[in-house]
């Protein structure tokens, strides 16, 4: 039987492109990238261009998701960090719509290899350190030599030079913390469902009254896909709400 | 013994940090539902902190499992 880490395996589609030294070639995870983002966006452009008073299912569904980031980001980092908003929508609705593509069981219809794009760190790593990077910009720009005042609180002087080397580890752990929690849910999940799957081969080829066991992880199958569903809007929420504090401390720095 | 051996036990000891997470959310989310059944009217509020509250401390045990897929496939 297949190892369950087979799933996460990245091929290459089409012909090999190399590029000063580097294999840049298309492969299924940059297939998968491309149809997640175009779907996102074709879905979202569809339900916002028809302008009913009375709203269809689509532009509903739209408008809550509008209402939803927005409120997010007025929550966490003020109304300035509103400026953000299209970063912040467009970076939810892509790793939201990445867990959950990976989540269909396309694997029923031949010549369709499923593949969840978040769970490659090198993904979740490049998004991680874009806000990281985008934070660090947002607050020289805005704050100057200030925004460096985030690593020294209001405490005393001699306790400062505990606190700085710690705010500073903290604040450069960020993009690893934020890269990690994502990587490693999808990976674990998906890996877990796939073990889960084998379980019901194993008992199922297993002969005499055993077989009749191989139900039980089936049940067991269809409570964790359910959990796999929360948790795939649960990081996507997390990954947002976690830039926007980021965020709100590039705005406001001092705390 | 020999290497494979090693890294098995090695990986079956790394997902003890899950023990950390489990406990650590365990407490997250009862304490969540004591203070909201408390303050009912408080608890929407405190929505967003429950699960950043959770996300931080479900990271801890996931950096366990991550350490041994690490052990176990390198």
Redesign the interface.
């Known amino acids: 039987m297949a190892s369950p880490?087979e799933q996460f395996e990245v091929t290459r589609i089409g012909p090999p492109i190399h590029l000063f030294g580097y294999d840049i070639s298309f492969t299924n995870s940059a297939l998968w990238m491309c149809i997640v983002a175009g779907s996102a966006a074709v879905l979202l452009t569809l339900g916002a261009s028809s302008r009913r008073l009375v709203p269809t299912r689509l532009q509903s569904l739209t408008e809550m998701s509008y209402v939803f980031v927005a409120d997010?980001i007025r929550?966490?980092s003020g109304t300035d960090g509103l400026k953000f908003f299209p970063f912040i929508f467009t970076l939810f609705f892509f790793v939201l719509f990445a867990n959950v593509y990976g989540m269909f069981p396309l694997g029923l219809f031949p010549l369709i290899r499923p593949f969840t794009v978040t769970s490659h760190i090198v993904v979740t790593f490049a998004l991680a350190i874009f806000v990281f990077v985008m934070v660090i910009v947002v607050g020289i720009a805005k704050h100057g030599i200030k925004f460096f005042g985030l690593f020294a609180p209001n405490v005393p002087v001699w306790m400062l030079i505990f606190l700085v080397p710690i705010e500073v580890i903290s604040f450069c752990s960020r993009p690893i913390?934020l890269s990690?929690?994502l990587f490693?849910?999808m990976?674990?999940g998906h890996t877990m469902l796939n073990v889960f799957g084998g379980f019901v081969i194993g008992l199922a080829a297993a002969g005499g009254a055993v077989k009749f066991l191989s139900f039980a992880p089936v049940v067991a199958i269809i409570g964790v896909s359910a959990l796999e569903f929360l948790i795939a809007f649960?990081?996507a929420?997390?990954f947002a709400?976690?830039t926007c504090?980021y965020l709100n401390d590039a705005l406001h720095p001092h705390h | 013994m020999d290497l494979m051996a090693a890294k098995m036990i090695g990986a079956g000891l790394a997902t003890i940090a899950l023990i950390g997470a489990g406990v650590g959310i365990g407490i997250i989310f009862g304490n969540y539902l004591a203070g909201a059944l408390r303050n009912p009217g408080a608890a929407q509020g405190q929505f967003t902190n429950l699960l950043v509250g959770f996300a931080l401390c479900e990271f801890t045990g996931l950096l366990g499992v991550v350490m041994a897929f690490i052990i176990l496939f390198t």
């Open positions: 880490l997010m929550s966490a913390s990690v929690r490693a849910n990976m674990a649960l990081q929420y997390v709400i976690l504090i």
